[in-house]
């Protein structure tokens, strides 16, 4: 099994009334000896907005804003803003979150090119309901039936007014085009799901959300596959490029008797086209284990959503039980090789 060095809470919330309930989930992206941190703040009634802090080297705390970098300022995004992840491609770094009204959770793209001001530039993700997704998704025959268990929303349209509709989050671009166009994970419940045919994001119009769940079938990158992702997957950090493959490091999810158990995972797909998984590792990367991973806000979590690379050591940004951040690292050499072990039988 690979070795996983777990360094401990970078990051604990504060006193600061935008972050006193706490910091979790945070983008990560390394420029020079710098990691810039864009983290999940809470505030009491769990209003999230986007905080930011800079590492010197992967760990040393250097700066830290006082104030949210982002706020929600768009009716989608109202009740607030979650779990961010960042990517550059060529000039601009696309920052994606997921914006949450009180009732839907879709992803959204913000854009800057210089890492403190950003453009929004909204929900990037089909706005539809589970019943619409449904109808679509079956047109060749069933789906998966966690899709019914994990995303029919009836019982919120009966307290609300607003209308519910399919929850799409952990929205990742890949940090490069790929033949010229942009690719990126996104999930709907239980599964992972990739897009890589827009040259232009306003493409991604209403028509073609439409064609893309007719053919949803082959839109399922990754699906829950080892008893410790077996409830449900989702996307975690930026997929990393290797001349083995985009590197994948997601969250999977397992019921336990105390309840869901979060842990990191890692997954290799193919370099020239990713929806095509060629290897996964058949146990945890890591997983909670000790008191600030399993308890806090959420018990029982470790959500990586950021790495940063120094020379072959891959540092993995995490929320800890949904109330502080965390840092764990791997060799990438050791852990291409436990991948490379763990080939899938169409990709040797």
């Not at 009966?158 to 890949?174: G, M, P, R, S, Y």
């Not at 999930?187 to 053919?215: A, C, G, H, N």
């Not at 990191?264 to 890591?286: H, M, S």
């Amino acid at each position: 099994m690979i070795t996983v060095t777990k360094h401990g809470v970078i990051l604990r919330k504060t006193n600061l009334e935008f972050e006193n309930e706490g910091v979790l989930n945070p983008a990560a992206i390394r420029e020079g000896d710098s990691v810039h941190l864009f983290y999940r703040a809470v505030s009491k009634g769990n209003y999230s907005t986007i905080g930011y802090c800079k590492l010197k080297g992967p760990m040393v705390l250097e700066e830290r804003r006082t104030s949210a970098l982002i706020t929600p300022e768009f009716y989608y995004e109202s009740h607030g803003l979650e779990d961010a992840r960042i990517v550059k491609i060529d000039d601009l770094y696309y920052l994606t979150y997921t914006a949450y009204d009180g009732i839907n959770a879709l992803g959204a793209l913000a854009t800057s090119k210089d890492l403190q001001h950003f453009e929004k530039y909204g929900l990037i993700v089909p706005q539809i309901t589970y019943d619409e997704f449904s109808q679509l998704a079956q047109a060749k025959g069933l789906i998966n039936e966690k899709y019914l268990r994990y995303n029919e929303h009836k019982r919120l349209l009966e307290k609300e007014e607003k209308q519910a509709l399919l929850w799409d989050k952990n929205l990742i671009f890949f940090p490069r085009k790929i033949d010229g166009k942009f690719c990126f994970l996104h999930r709907i419940k239980p599964d992972i799901q990739i897009l890589v045919s827009v040259q232009d994001l306003k493409e991604l119009t209403p028509e073609f959300w439409k064609q893309y769940f007719l053919r949803f079938d082959e839109c399922i990158v990754l699906a829950p596959e080892y008893d410790h992702e077996v409830s449900y997957i989702g996307g975690g950090c930026p997929p990393i490029e290797t001349a083995e493959g985009w590197l994948i490091i997601y969250h999977g999810v397992h019921d336990a008797v105390s309840g869901y158990v979060y842990s990191a995972c890692a997954a290799l797909l193919d370099l020239n086209d990713p929806r095509k998984e060629i290897a996964r590792l058949p146990y945890p990367l890591f997983k909670p284990e000790l008191e600030w991973e399993l308890k806090g806000e959420v018990n029982n979590v470790c959500f990586p959503t950021g790495t940063a690379l120094f020379d072959d050591t891959l540092y993995i940004y995490y929320g800890a039980a949904d109330e502080r951040i965390a840092c764990a690292s791997v060799s990438l050499t050791d852990l291409l090789a436990e991948l490379s072990l763990n080939r899938k039988e169409h990709a040797k």
